[in-house]
T-cell receptor
Framework: AQKITQTQPGMFVQEKEAVTLDCTYDTSDQSYGLFWYKQPSSGEMIFLIYQGSYDEQNATEGRYSLNFQKARKSANLVISASQLGDSAMYFCAMRGRNFNKFYFGSGTKLNVKP | DSGVTQTPKHLITATGQRVTLRCSPRSGDLSVYWYQQSLDQGLQFLIQYYNGEERAKGNILERFSAQQFPDLHSELNLSSLELGDSALYFC???????????FGPGTRLTVL
């Protein structure tokens, strides 16, 4: 069975500091994709970053990077130089070999302090 | 703005009623996904369509149904509504059956 686990319900970070949001996954598929989404208080879901299971390099998108450790089945999101606008819920998600289904974690609420 | 549109933005109705939520995917996207986000259940995948055909089903109740039309817009029908159906319903689209999904702003359904 596919499963995504986010063990940090809430986190605080000081503005301009880096923060790591944890995500572990469980799958028996050899091919899969990992995603991170941001959900601000306004409610919309914003795609941040994608990592394929066969990608050898960690994905990066601006201030976002994905620390992909395949053997440990972890896909942590690193946000560098946090900004007040980064305060939001962050969801880790996985697409398995059955491409049609996405599995989401329970989310981490990040608060950036000025 | 993701390019995915959903209407209505808010919907308030009573138990036992039926409602229809509408979604228009991004231009060029063939896949449409529906999700339910509630406080106690988190984000739950409901159903996916690809180019008019149902491709995957998640935790969708029998009281719920969906379809994707030839112009690729999709509708989610919720019937015999219960208080527990109150949630934020998202539509997402993607170009293919895989790849990143782009979410619409959601429809907040309140069942009284």
């Amino acid at each position: 069975a596919q499963k995504i686990t986010q063990t940090q319900p809430g986190m605080f970070v000081q503005e301009k500091e880096a923060v790591t949001l944890d995500c572990t996954y469980d799958t028996s598929d050899q091919s899969y994709g990992l995603f991170w989404y941001k959900q601000p208080s306004s409610g919309e879901m914003i795609f941040l970053i994608y990592q394929g299971s066969y990608d050898e390099q960690n994905a990066t998108e601006g201030r976002y990077s994905l620390n992909f450790q395949k053997a440990r089945k972890s896909a942590n999101l690193v946000i560098s130089a946090s900004q007040l606008g980064d305060s939001a819920m962050y969801f880790c998600a996985m697409r398995g070999r059955n491409f049609n289904k996405f599995y989401f974690g329970s989310g981490t609420k990040l608060n950036v302090k000025p | 703005d993701s390019g995915v549109t959903q209407t209505p933005k808010h919907l308030i109705t009573a138990t036992g009623q039926r409602v229809t939520l509408r979604c228009s995917p991004r231009s060029g996207d063939l896949s449409v996904y529906w999700y339910q986000q509630s406080l106690d259940q988190g984000l739950q995948f409901l159903i996916q369509y690809y180019n008019g055909e149902e491709r995957a089903k998640g935790n969708i109740l029998e009281r719920f149904s969906a379809q994707q039309f030839p112009d690729l817009h999709s509708e989610l029908n919720l019937s015999s509504l219960e208080l527990g159906d109150s949630a934020l319903y998202f539509c997402a689209s993607s170009v293919e059956q895989a790849g990143e999904q782009f979410f619409g702003p959601g429809t907040r359904l309140t069942v009284l």
